[in-house]
């Protein structure tokens, strides 16, 4: 007779069980689990939730157009770059960085957010220990500046600095951006430092995602903010909020895998 598996390897079987399908994402119970305790989130539980953000954006866009006077498609607000595209975006050439972002329609965007990791290590796309947000702001959206911005917000000290300045550069080479200037010959990159910061090794998914969704609010907004962009994410942005939001995305996917049932 065939043996029976251990009780470590029916844990392990049970890790790999199958939570949620959410378009091009896909959550096992080991990534959700990351959500129920003190513990950092990986590429699956980052990119989960831009992938939501992207469908709200979409529906949000759709809704635009279905009620535009001149027929005109409207061009698209935000557009949200997942942690593998951009670790994969920062570890190619120029050319090939192009290739890979002209898919995703951030030439056509008036605001891009990228998660940024750490991981330099190319064979693993899910490796790295830290996770930050580098938000693009085209010329021509409100508030920008001439030749368009990089804002870096990180929730460690600028631990992701050179990470994030090293992805802008390649995004500029690429001429993947609209109005994009390189950051290493005059175009703009600020590091917001001035943000809240995590106090532990583990919330710093939970913080570049808190900062995405209110970057979100503020690029969809009617009205144009009188605010700075950081200084909105510096009042937004707290420990209560990132504390909040791990329940919060919990309910996200049980919510959703309740309507996908």
């Given at each position: 007779?065939?043996?029976?598996?251990?009780?470590?390897?029916?844990?392990?079987?049970?890790?790999?069980?199958?939570?949620?399908?959410?378009?091009?994402?896909?959550?096992?119970?080991?990534?959700?689990?990351?959500?129920?305790?003190?513990?950092?989130?990986?590429?699956?539980?980052?990119?989960?939730?831009?992938?939501?953000?992207?469908?709200?954006?979409?529906?949000?866009?759709?809704?635009?157009?279905?009620?535009?006077?001149?027929?005109?498609?409207?061009?698209?607000?935000?557009?949200?770059?997942?942690a593998t595209v951009s670790f994969f975006v920062a570890n190619v050439c120029a050319?090939?960085?192009?290739?890979?972002?002209?898919?995703?329609?951030?030439?056509?965007?008036?605001?891009?957010?990228?998660?940024?990791?750490?991981?330099?290590?190319?064979?693993?796309?899910?490796?790295?220990?830290?996770?930050?947000?580098?938000?693009?702001?085209?010329?021509?959206?409100?508030?920008?500046?001439?030749?368009?911005?990089?804002?870096?917000?990180?929730?460690?000290?600028?631990?992701?600095?050179?990470?994030?300045?090293?992805?802008?550069?390649?995004?500029?080479?690429?001429n993947a951006l609209p109005g994009c200037r390189d950051v290493s010959v005059g175009?703009?990159?600020?590091?917001?430092?001035?943000?809240?910061?995590?106090?532990?090794?583990?919330?710093?998914?939970?913080?570049?995602?808190?900062?995405?969704?209110?970057?979100?609010?503020?690029f969809t907004a009617e009205k144009t903010q009188k605010n700075s962009l950081a200084?909105?994410?510096?009042?937004?942005?707290?420990?209560?909020?990132?504390?909040?939001?791990?329940?919060?995305?919990?309910?996200?996917?049980?919510?959703?895998?309740?309507?996908?049932?």
């Open positions: 007779a065939a043996a029976r598996p251990g009780p470590l390897r029916c844990v392990w079987n049970a890790m790999d069980d199958k939570v949620l399908a959410y378009h091009d994402c896909v959550l096992r119970v080991r990534d959700v689990a990351l959500l129920t305790g003190p513990h950092w989130l990986n590429d699956a539980v980052m990119s989960f939730y831009f992938e939501y953000l992207r469908e709200e954006e979409n529906a949000r866009c759709a809704n635009l157009n279905a009620s535009a006077r001149d027929g005109q498609p409207r061009r698209r607000d935000v557009v949200f770059v997942d050319t090939e960085a192009g290739s890979i972002l002209e898919q995703t329609g951030v030439n056509r965007a008036k605001h891009v957010l990228f998660l940024v990791n750490d991981n330099d290590d190319v064979r693993h796309a899910g490796g790295g220990s830290h996770w930050s947000l580098l938000v693009y702001i085209a010329p021509d959206a409100p508030g920008a500046l001439d030749g368009g911005t990089f804002e870096h917000f990180d929730s460690m000290h600028g631990r992701n600095d050179e990470k994030a300045f090293a992805l802008a550069g390649t995004l500029a080479a690429a175009g703009s990159f600020t590091k917001h430092h001035d943000v809240a910061q995590q106090r532990n090794g583990y919330d710093c998914g939970i913080f570049a995602l808190a900062t995405a969704e209110t970057c979100v609010r503020v200084s909105i994410v510096a009042e937004d942005v707290s420990q209560e909020t990132v504390r909040d939001m791990r329940g919060e995305l919990l309910r996200l996917v049980e919510r959703l895998t309740e309507e996908n049932t």
